[in-house]
């Protein structure tokens, strides 16, 4: 593992990883978007956007009240200066007020630093990694750091005893996909033409039991 892989990994050297085919047995398109983009050429950067996935998971901005407004600046401030104190984070700065608890955010990422140099240290980043995911969504995709654990993860940078050094990354990406799958056939279901057409005729049936009663 040693000092370079942990330069080429940081915010400062975006896109400087090397892209040769013999770096890695796992295809680009397996990966996260966010990993796929920061291995090969995203730039990395911590910005104000709206565009970020996780304003588009958790809704686009809304108009603020003064309250609101009050809030997100202060929110705002302590996420940059968060990133200015340990830049590895790379919290996103987001342009809505959202409840999102940045001491998760710090929480895991320390956690994920020291579970990297502990005996099997691949197989425990996985499940420090997927716990994230699962119980803070929120937080999950505004912590761009996460990047870095998922890119040594897949590559096999990581202390494992698995044979395969690579193989806890291809099995926690295995694991992934399944999970946004399963979301996604969720999400298919819930919006199918089918069930909105049986929600607006209950919905209907409601209204006219009201109006003749």
């Known amino acids: 593992m040693g000092e370079n892989s942990e330069h080429r990994l940081t915010a400062g050297n975006p896109g400087s990883i090397e892209k040769s085919q013999s770096e890695s047995s796992i295809q680009p398109e397996c990966l996260p978007e966010p990993v796929r983009g920061y291995l090969y050429g995203a730039e990395g950067t911590v910005k104000d956007s709206s565009d970020h996935p996780g304003m588009r998971a958790f809704g686009r901005p809304t108009e603020l009240t003064e309250e609101e407004r009050t809030s997100l600046a202060k929110l705002q401030a302590r996420i940059r200066m968060y990133n200015r104190t340990l830049p590895k984070l790379r ?61 040594k993860l897949v590559l096999g940078e990581i202390n494992t005893t698995s044979i395969a050094r690579k193989e806890p990354g291809e099995r926690w990406l295995k694991t992934y996909w399944k999970r946004e799958h399963r979301r996604q056939r969720e999400s298919d279901t819930y919006l199918s033409p089918k069930r909105e057409a049986a929600s607006s005729a209950v919905f209907e049936l409601a209204l006219l039991v009201r109006l003749t009663t």
């Open 91 to 151: 919290i996103q700065i987001p342009d809505d007020n959202i409840s999102l608890n940045l001491e998760i955010c710090v929480d895991y990422y320390f956690k994920c630093q020291q579970a990297r140099f502990e005996k099997d240290g691949a197989s425990k980043v996985a499940e420090l990694l997927t716990s994230f995911l699962e119980q803070h969504p929120l937080e999950w995709s505004f912590s761009d750091w996460k990047n870095d654990q998922i890119a």
